[in-house]
DNA sequence: CTATAGATAATCT
DNA sequence: GATTATCTATAGG
């Protein structure tokens, strides 16, 4: 199968089926000078619109506009005053339906991450959601782009990972939900 | 190793 | 006015 019809067709199920999935899948953002910055993905949420949890819940605000288009666009936000988190929009245009990154094992780009990061050791480099985003410099100017356009690249695992199901973090409602996804 | 306080401002009620 | 899909430094075991 041709490669962007099989990110296609994970990208177009729900959050959670896609969320599970995209474990093991390589992201990177290309950047202007060329340099690719990124690495395997290694933890994920799913956010759904039916969800208490999702920015998503409560329908379409100029925030989360992004959610309810097309699947296989970023959706940016900004959180706690100063951190930016990505997601890739799923499902069906209008389902309000994202998958949060929450962490990249980094392969591609280690230097310019590394003095983003404070020269932090490359375990710390993307292990958390709004980390990734400082590494990657992804901010609310790359939300709404395209995934395997011009500047993001998202492609399939080059092998097969066992995934765990574990409760999500930093929410305070529908708290009991196993929609965080991270290898084995 | 776990626990917790403080930073800091957009977003929504 | 309250909450927040977080991170870091620091304190304690």
Redesign the pocket.
Known sequence: MDMQVAVESVLRQGAVAAAEQLIGWHFYKAEQDGTLTGGVITET?A?TQSDA????Y?GK????SV?FGPAGVLYVY??????W?A?IVTGAEGEGE?V?IRSLQPTHGIPAMRRR??N?PDN?LCN????LCQALVITGADSAQVINGSTFLLQPADREYRVLRKPR?????NTEKLWRFVVA
Do not use: D, V
């Open positions: 949420e956010y949890a999702s920015h998503s409560n605000t100029q925030r989360n959610m900004f959180t706690y005053g100063m951190h988190c997601n994202a949060l990061r404070g932090r710390q958390g959601p709004a980390k973090i930093g929410i305070s409602r």
